[in-house]
């Protein structure tokens, strides 16, 4: 069956530091693949997806592209900043119904 | 506007009750889904809706039963709670039900604690 495999956490940076945060995944077919965030207290929302291999998405200075050859679609920004302290989770979308497989979560901790 | 919502935000029973978590959508998507999240952050979709029809029921107590009056709600009652039901469940909607690259929209979620 499908699945995301994401490091674990918690990650503590300091703040204007590089992020990356692994995500790979095991599906059939072609899989779209979304990165989501959640803050403290609230629910999952989108941060950014990439429907087809090789596309990069992209939001708030985060970016990820899709490797089809390595199975990955790593979560990476140039400068974190302390509000960027958060949850975030790799998924993926398989064919069928619209059932997202969650990787484990990965927690950020950003700090001045 | 709020898109997704929930209510409860929180609730706290004994074991034993019978409690309902309701959910509305306001975006005319297709798609809903309850999700349970534990203390460890870990994710694990309960049930999906398309158009008030069931289309993903995982490995789920039948203590838990969703129901959908029309597709911009999805209710989850849960009878006899224990105390492993204490989570986080949240509620999503999509748009269409075939694997297109839809993203989901959260609810706040409901932290059920039960004592």
């Known amino acids: 069956g499908d699945s995301v495999t994401q490091m674990e956490g918690p990650v503590t940076l300091s703040e204007e530091a590089f992020l990356t945060i692994n995500c790979t995944y095991t599906a059939t077919g072609y899989p779209s693949l979304f990165w989501y965030v959640q803050y403290p207290g609230e629910g999952l929302q989108l941060l950014l997806k990439?429907?087809?291999?090789?596309d990069k998405g992209s939001n708030k200075g985060f970016e990820a592209t899709y490797r089809k050859e390595t199975t990955s679609f790593h979560l990476e920004k140039g400068s974190v900043q302390v509000s960027d302290s958060a949850v975030y989770f790799c998924a993926l979308l398989s064919g069928g119904y619209q059932k997202v497989t969650f990787g484990t979560g990965t927690k950020l901790q950003v700090i001045p | 506007d709020t898109a997704v919502s929930q209510t409860p935000k929180y609730l706290v029973t004994q074991m034993g009750n019978d409690k309902s978590i309701k959910c509305e959508q306001n975006?005319?998507?297709?798609?809903m889904y309850w999700y349970k999240q534990d203390s460890k952050k870990f994710l694990k979709i309960m049930f999906s809706?398309?158009?008030?029809?069931?289309?993903i029921n995982e490995t789920v107590p039948n203590r838990f039963s969703p129901k959908s009056p029309d597709k911009a709600h999805l209710n989850l009652h849960i009878n006899s709670l224990e105390l492993g039901d204490s989570a986080v469940y949240f509620c999503?909607?999509?748009?269409?039900?075939?694997?297109?690259?839809?993203?989901?929209?959260f609810g706040p979620g409901t932290r059920l604690t039960v004592t």
């Open positions: 809706y398309n158009n008030k029809e069931l289309i």
């Open positions: 999503a909607s999509s748009q269409g039900d075939r694997g297109l690259g839809y993203e989901q929209y």
């Open positions: 990439a429907t087809k291999a090789d």
């Open positions: 975006l005319g998507h297709d798609t």
